[in-house]
């Protein structure tokens, strides 16, 4: 089974971090680039980070500062630090992977199944 699974989402306070993790499938031989994406309640995806397989990265200016995206190319896994975190960050957390190579052929984008982020007093 070719799959993204997210982990290490939450209840934080205001000010606190979390830190978030996709690992994908034993399936998944390479993939390019890899990204965090957020949809909060009544508003559209969107972009948080990204990250390519030669570490490049580009930030959403809301988030430049304070989220660090980083992965590991020898487990197909990326990260994404969260830290000062506001209540506008409360969203469901989705993982991305574009480019991908796996055991069953090459796919254009695979989606993790979303983790929710509530930051809340």
């Not at 971090?17 to 508003?43: D, V």
């Not at 991305?96 to 929710?116: C, D, F, K, M, P």
């Amino acid at each position: 089974q070719v799959q993204l699974v997210e982990s290490g989402g939450g209840l934080v306070q205001p000010g606190g971090s979390l830190r978030l993790s996709c690992a994908a499938s034993a399936t998944i031989f390479s993939i390019n680039h890899m990204g965090w994406y957020r949809q909060a309640p009544g508003k559209e995806r969107e972009l948080v980070a990204a990250i390519t397989s030669g570490s490049s990265t580009n930030y959403a200016d809301s988030v430049k500062g304070r989220f660090t995206i980083s992965r590991d190319n020898a487990k197909n896994t990326v990260y994404l630090q969260m830290n000062s975190l506001k209540p506008e960050d409360t969203a469901v957390y989705y993982c991305n992977a574009a480019g991908v190579r796996t055991y069953y052929g090459r796919y254009s984008e695979i989606w993790g199944q979303g983790t929710l982020v509530t930051v809340s007093s």
